[in-house]
């Protein structure tokens, strides 16, 4: 493993991000109300209950109180309390990847697409397990195809998620093991 192999890192490839404009989206022809989610800066509406299979945000144009999906998957940007302060623009080559071939990508993606590839085929060679063996197969033939510039963008943004999403399960688990000024009372009423 030579040290040029950790030159650049992952921090190093730069995030579509986009703002928002406001929360709660505009739907209705005809009847107005605003639905669960956000509006973009780029006039991108993002609906809570439109999502792809692996959680990511679908895109939408919001048009005259009309949603239209579009191909474009977003990811939050949350701040260190969690709150939502941005979205993350997602590699269009996302969707080609299985949820468990995204978690794959994430965990192995280092800096390049050649070294991705050759960690996944090392593993290849000692994975026994019929069904993981094919997983490592699967997510190495699909990667092979993606473009190398798309493909460090690519686990740029999955590597972004899956922390992300670690991380706010961490601190949404962390709020429910803190107890409730409310169970505190209660419980201080019955010792007494």
Known sequence: MGHDRYAMTLADTPAELVGILREGVPVGLFQNR???GYLLEDGTALLEAEKD???FYLGGAGMDGMYLKTSARYEP?????G???????????APRFTDEEQKLISQ???NTQENLLSDLEAAMR?????RLHTLFASTRDKLAQVPPDACTRLMADLRFTYQSRHQQDLRQRARSAKPSKHKNKRRRDMER
């Open 53 to 55: 299979e692996n959680g």
């Open 77 to 81: 940007v949350r701040d260190e309390d």
């Open 34 to 36: 605003t639905e669960a």
């Open 83 to 93: 709150r939502v302060t941005a979205f993350r623009r997602i590699s269009p080559f």
């Open 126 to 130: 000692v994975i026994k397990e019929p």
């Open 108 to 110: 192995y993606a280092l």
